[in-house]
């Protein structure tokens, strides 16, 4: 029987092709083995449980269709593997398709061979034919530049304490919230409460009812992404806000993924409730587990997030934030579509209903921005030429940081010696249009 699934002949016996269902077992031991504890060599299960998952259980985005894998044909083993994870992001509120490639697995003795070279192929196009407008990615450093990919979006800044940093309850006190988990019922209140953070964000991970669906009740238990969500409310049972952290310890440390509260609700008096909260949870999972210990609390939410404010002097300890990686493959479709936010932040500028070209060089390639009266009319390829520089210069992709306000135009200037705004306009329309904004990506998997 001629094989449906198969994608590409890779050649010296090695085949890409779509993963069936049943080779779920087969798939988990190839991440569990290929992200194994570097210190103990034992196969890292969650990792493992995750991919099985996404295999043989529902998800709201993911199918058969977007997950590679290469098998050698001579022993029939699965040497390599990729999936994409469709999901949309909010940029300063407008919508955006992305696509996360992820699961990137191979075994030791494949690799340098292309074989995730391959797979990425695919799954771009995969994601072109989604109609996603860009694709993100996190991982080991460097690695992801050589597909396109720029480390340009904050990633797991954090703030961590010490379990005595905790603040106790006075005697006599009755503690103020309730943290219980969170039901089925819950789930319009989560998509409202976590939608109202995300305007806080620059870039964040929408959430609808399916995504919840999935945090509530759709993964294993021993998946690496298991999470707890609870919900946060009066002690008459009106529900305030919402927790999200992993079900398990994360080393000695019990980490927060998500946290949100109803506006108007103080976060100074909530944040209080959460920690305690987190100490007891990290305790009982620590006593159910003899290997265990528990050490501190960390709010992985970025230094700029309310609670991170609100708990600061409890959460002394600072991580700065990794990055995600970035790829933007259709720099004028993206910029065409975020246009509505393009336009408020130039009206509200000192160069409000501005009329002119804006051209940016890339020094082999470019854009031309079109502006009449305040409205971008068109953006297009632009081609510079040695007689005309345009506006301004951004080597490589390091637009891509200003585009997702990870720097502004001035570090950026600091740090890349050919990065350079040329003419008065740019001076004024690049901070205008793309201003440093933090953003905090909770991303579906």
């Known amino acids: ?97 992305v696509g996360r490639p992820e699961a990137v697995a191979t075994r030791p003795e494949y690799r340098r061979r292309g074989l995730v070279r391959a797979q990425f192929e695919v799954a771009h196009q995969r994601s072109a034919e989604k109609g996603e407008l860009c694709q993100a990615i996190t991982g080991i450093p460097n690695f992801y530049r050589q597909f396109g990919y720029e480390m340009t979006v904050e990633l797991d800044g954090w703030r961590s304490g010490a379990l005595g940093n905790i603040p106790k309850l006075k005697e006599g006190q009755e503690e103020p919230f309730v943290v219980r988990p969170a039901r089925e019922a819950d789930i319009p209140f989560l998509v409202q409460v976590y939608a109202g953070g995300q305007e806080r964000w620059l870039l964040s991970c929408v959430r609808d009812e399916a995504t919840w669906r999935l945090e509530l009740s759709g993964r294993s238990d021993g998946s690496d992404d298991a999470r707890l969500v609870r919900v946060i409310e009066t002690p008459t049972g009106a529900p305030v806000g919402l927790l999200v952290h992993p079900n398990r310890l994360w080393g000695t440390d019990l980490r927060l993924i998500a946290y949100g509260l109803r506006p108007g609700v103080s976060w100074l008096a909530v944040t209080p409730t959460v920690l305690r909260y987190l100490k007891l949870t990290g305790e009982a999972m620590a006593a159910a587990d003899p290997k265990k210990q528990f050490h501190t609390v960390t709010f992985g939410l970025g230094d700029q997030h309310p609670g991170c404010r609100a708990a600061r002097r409890r959460l002394p300890a600072t991580g700065a934030p990794y990055s995600w990686y970035m790829r933007v493959p259709d720099l004028p479709r993206f910029l065409l579509h975020i246009r509505p936010v393009l336009e408020r932040r130039l009206a509200e500028s000192i160069a409000v209903g501005h009329t002119g070209e804006l051209k940016v060089s890339f020094y082999r390639t470019g854009l031309k921005l079109a502006f ?74």
């Open 1 to 97: 029987m001629p094989d449906n699934t198969l994608i590409r002949d890779l050649g010296d016996g090695l085949v890409l092709r779509q993963v069936r269902r049943e080779e779920a077992d087969a798939m988990a031991d190839l991440n569990s083995g290929v992200f194994r504890n570097p210190d103990t060599g034992e196969p890292h299960l969650p990792s493992g449980v995750w991919v099985h998952d996404l295999i043989t259980r529902p998800h709201p985005t993911v199918s058969l269709d977007d997950y590679t894998v290469v098998e050698d044909t001579k022993t029939g083993a699965l040497v390599s593997s990729m999936v994409l994870i469709s999901q949309t992001w909010s940029y300063d509120g407008i919508e955006v398709a």
């Open 372 to 445: 009449r009266e305040g409205r971008l009319e068109t953006v297009e390829p632009w081609q510079p030429a040695s007689s005309e520089d345009g506006d301004a210069g951004f080597p490589g992709l390091t637009f891509l940081h200003l585009l997702f306000g990870h720097r502004s135009t001035e570090e950026l200037r600091q740090t890349y010696a050919d990065c350079g705004v040329w003419s008065d306009a740019a001076s004024v329309l690049l901070p205008a249009l793309f201003p440093k904004k933090a953003s905090c990506v909770w991303p579906l998997a």
